[in-house]
């Protein structure tokens, strides 16, 4: 249903974009989109049906449904850039780039200063590592005149994986300077905040972004996520609060509960969710150790170890193991984790802790300092 409700939400308001984005000439019509009266072309119901199922398809993975409802949108009276920015995408995600660049220049034609041609452009770019070119379709996208934040955060975030990064600064603080609030202004603060590692600030942008847009729920689980990474589990465990369930991964929720403390939403949480992969196993277990229940922590640590996770199902099965008081387990468990495994240092530290519970602090600390 949340699935349902976004993927409808995404669809209706790109829709209204449509009305508002069509090529310079035509029929224009005023439209208030975002609360901001902007001047676009009339659109019929035959093209606007089209776009729509076209987006529903796009957001639910059907790329070729989503193209035949690009193609039947372009068949009204009117032609439009997006449409045919959305065509030219899916036609390169089905692996025909040809299509798409021979549609591209079909809307660069049609309209040669339309943002939306620029940003597919620059998406296609950008998918096939090629970074200049993106960066130069974003740049257009930016100069197009529209003013929206989407193509001042693309190129920002191409240029820093471009080695840029004080350039893209630039781009997202002149935005800024320009726009002062919105959507808009709350992404490209959030951008900006998370490049830079600062959590606080990023953190404080995404809760605005959060009540403004639900539509870019998405940016707000990164910030969550970066923001626990830093070591601010309560600023994660805010901004996942105004996250309905099922748009974050239980995973990641499980993980700023456990790091907020938040004792009775983990029981909750675990009283819901039967975990099937081996990597949300080891989630659940680690959950199941902080609420001190190892029984079942074990049981779900041996299942990701016979499914092949490795060292991850080692150390947690270990730490159960320990928790239990079973301290030779834990000591044999963990020190089959081969050096150079991500987990080594954490199963050493086990190792230890289980050779101190058994009597022998002096060896354990040899082993603790690698003599």
Do not use: K
């Not at 349902?4 to 790109?14: D, G, K, M, N, P």
């Not at 920002?156 to 080695?163: A, D, F, Y």
């Not at 350039?167 to 935005?175: P, S, T």
């Not at 990597?279 to 659940?284: H, I, N, P, Y």
Request: hydrophobic share 45%; aromatic share 2%; glycine share 10%.
């Amino acid at each position: 249903m949340v699935r349902l409700a976004r993927t409808c939400s995404l669809a209706l308001v790109l829709a209204s974009s449509l009305a508002a984005c069509g090529p310079r000439g035509g029929y224009p019509i005023e439209r208030t989109i975002g609360g901001e009266r902007r001047l676009g072309v009339f659109v019929g119901p035959h093209s606007y049906e089209h776009f729509v199922r076209g987006e529903l398809a796009r957001e639910a993975g059907d790329l070729r449904a989503a193209a035949d409802h690009y193609e039947l949108a372009r068949a009204g009276a009117i032609d439009d850039p997006l449409v045919i920015a959305r065509l030219a995408d899916v036609r390169d995600q089905l692996g025909d780039r040809d299509a798409a660049e021979r549609a591209l220049d079909e809307g660069d034609r049609l309209d040669p200063r339309s943002e939306a041609i620029a940003m597919a452009r620059g998406a296609i770019a950008e998918r096939h590592g090629e970074l200049a070119e993106a960066v130069d379709a974003y740049a257009r996208a930016v100069e197009s005149g529209e003013g929206s934040e989407e193509p001042v955060i693309a190129l920002s975030r191409v240029l820093r994986e471009s080695g840029a990064g004080e350039r893209a600064d630039a781009v997202l603080e002149r935005y800024l300077a320009e726009h002062e609030g919105g959507v808009g202004a709350a992404r490209a603060r959030l951008s900006l905040a998370m490049a830079r590692g600062d959590a606080a600030t990023a953190g404080l942008a995404a809760l605005e972004l959060a009540r403004r847009s639900p539509q870019h729920r998405d940016e707000v689980s990164r910030a969550a996520e970066q923001a626990l990474e830093a070591g601010h589990p309560i600023l994660a465990y805010r901004l996942l609060a105004l996250m309905p369930e099922g748009s974050v991964s239980r995973a990641l929720r499980l993980r700023v509960l456990i790091a907020a403390d938040a004792r009775a939403e983990i029981e909750a949480l675990l009283a819901s969710w039967t975990p099937e992969r081996p990597d949300e196993m080891l989630e659940v277990a680690r959950a199941w150790l902080v609420l001190g229940e190892p029984e079942n922590a074990a049981e779900l640590a041996e299942t990701a170890l016979a499914s092949g996770s490795g060292a991850d199902a080692r150390v947690v099965l270990a730490r159960a193991r320990l928790a239990q008081g079973r301290l030779g387990d834990a000591a044999t468990i963990a020190a089959a984790v081969p050096a150079g495994a991500s987990a080594y240092e954490e199963a050493r530290a086990i190792v230890a802790d289980a050779i101190t519970q058994g009597g022998l602090p002096a060896l354990a600390d040899e082993l603790r300092e690698g003599r």
